[in-house]
């Protein structure tokens, strides 16, 4: 997976579903982790090895991958989830990022 | 605490060089690879590189191979990041991580240093 691709944007009203998309070849086949990041902070990790959450992080924040699509999920999305959202999968001993989405919780 | 701490701002001029850094403290510097991400402004975060301070093996992404150099001093637990002649597009904030499992699919960046912006304007 040498390229991830992530939508731009999602939108999402507070209590409804967001739904996350990243996309790369054969994705499914290897590990995609998820970081979080708002204006001016550093990257937080959500989610990792495809659906581990790491402590501290809400039960609302889910991911899944296969095929060829890694997808984070964040359920009863709230005001405080709107951010920057990054994909991670490795190519062999090199790291790669999907471009990244912005959720607007609208 | 396991922390990743990162120097201070920087402004440089065009064809200066500079060395930033990032010490780990909180846990075995040695044994952990550590990661250096860029982030241009208004821009998604970008993998330039990681080395091992255990004996600084290092690996570069396509992109930074021969733009930057990484490098570690393990007796103070210090990975850096360096440039010989910087330019105006080198301009960003640069982030260092630890990787959780080294080199390997499993493996994520479970601590993040607070980020070291780098300006670079004439």
């Known amino acids: 997976s040498s390229e991830l691709t992530q939508p731009p944007s999602v939108s999402v009203s507070p209590g409804q579903t967001a739904t996350i998309t990243c996309s790369g070849d054969k994705l499914g086949d290897t590990y995609a982790c998820w970081y979080q990041q708002k204006p001016g902070q550093s990257p937080v990790l959500v989610i990792y090895q495809n659906n581990k959450r790491p402590s501290g992080i809400p039960e609302r924040f889910s991911g899944s991958n296969s095929g060829n699509t890694a997808t984070l999920t964040i359920s009863g999305t709230q005001a405080v989830d709107e951010a920057d959202y990054y994909c991670h999968a490795w190519d062999r001993s090199t790291g790669v990022f999907g471009g990244g989405t912005k959720l607007t919780v609208l | 605490e396991v922390q990743l701490v990162q120097s201070g701002a920087e402004v440089k001029k065009p064809g200066e060089s500079l060395k930033i850094s990032c010490k780990g403290s909180g846990y075995s510097f040695t044994f952990y690879w550590i990661a250096w991400v860029r982030q241009m402004p208004g821009k998604g975060l970008e993998w330039m590189g990681i080395?091992?301070?255990?004996?600084?093996?290092?690996r570069y992404s396509p992109s930074f191979q021969g733009q930057v150099t990484i490098s570690v001093d393990k007796s103070i637990s210090t990975a850096y990041l360096q440039w010989s002649s910087l330019r105006a597009s080198d301009t960003a904030m640069f982030y260092c991580?630890?990787?959780?499992?080294?080199?390997?699919?499993?493996?994520?960046?479970?601590?993040w240093g607070k980020g070291t912006t780098v300006t670079v304007s004439s």
């Open positions: 080395i091992y301070p255990g004996d600084s093996e290092t």
């Open positions: 991580a630890r990787l959780s499992h080294g080199i390997a699919s499993r493996s994520y960046m479970d601590v």
